[in-house]
């Protein structure tokens, strides 16, 4: 059965520390692997990983994908308060025309001040 | 650009009640998705449209639920009669194109207790 991983399921922090979330998946068809953030309503896009060892950056937030472990990792250096969200990975599954993507539970970050 | 609009953000009924959700998604987005997260667990997957056609409905709980997007364009999700384990909050995601990586783009989701 296909799923998606991630750890820790929650993670308490002080600013200015750096995380390091995992997530790991066992998606048939993989196509990508994509990060969201979610704070209080609608999850944000952050990053969508389709090659291994290419690093996406963008600000204090990075991300790399490693196809051959079946792995991703989401750093953030520099932590902020406003960091504070519950990150998800998600796996899109699925062949040509019709897919669907498959989501961890995520993992809750709390920065504190 | 209008994100993806979800309505009602919550909702709280009786247990044999029937609720609709409504999600308008990006304008000229063909795929559609709706999810559900229970609490404590994933979200996950309940049906994909692309355009008016259901792609795939595998995560559909029951028959109790039925989905609708007629005319390619909003899309309804009907609880019908609603039951306690039906609690969570349903998000509506929709994307562009339909044969590649495409991102997700999410509504706020609806609140759905069920009492």
């Known amino acids: 059965e296909d799923k998606v991983v991630q750890s820790p399921l929650s993670l308490v922090v002080h600013e200015g520390d750096t995380v390091t979330l995992n997530c790991s998946y066992e998606?048939?068809?993989?196509?990508?692997l994509l990060w969201y953030k979610q704070e209080k309503k609608a999850p944000t896009f952050l990053f969508m990983l389709?090659?291994?060892?290419i690093e996406k950056k963008s600000g204090r937030l990075s991300s790399i994908l490693d196809k051959k472990e079946l792995f991703s990792i989401l750093n953030i250096t520099a932590t902020q308060t406003g960091d504070s969200a519950v990150y998800l990975c998600a796996g899109p599954r699925g062949t040509s025309g019709t897919y669907k993507y498959i989501f961890g539970t995520g993992t809750r970050l709390k920065v504190l001040a | 650009e209008a994100g993806v609009t979800q309505f009602p953000s919550h909702s709280v009924i009786e247990k044999g009640q029937t609720v609709t959700l409504r999600c308008d998604p990006i304008?000229?987005?063909?795929?559609l998705y709706w999810y559900r997260r229970v609490m404590g667990k994933e979200i996950k997957f309940l049906l994909h449209?692309?355009?008016?056609?259901?792609?795939?409905e595998s995560g559909m709980p029951n028959n109790r639920f039925l989905a609708e997007r007629t005319g390619g364009t909003y899309s309804t999700l009907k609880v019908q009669p609603a039951e306690l384990e039906d609690s969570g909050v349903y998000f509506c995601?929709?994307?562009?194109?339909?044969?590649?990586?495409?991102?997700?783009?999410f509504g706020s989701g609806t609140q759905l207790s069920v009492l």
């Open positions: 995601a929709s994307s562009h194109r339909r044969a590649t990586n495409e991102k997700l783009f």
């Open positions: 389709t090659s291994s060892g």
């Open positions: 449209f692309v355009k008016e056609s259901k792609q795939d």
């Open positions: 998606v048939t068809n993989f196509r990508s």
């Open positions: 304008s000229g987005h063909d795929n």
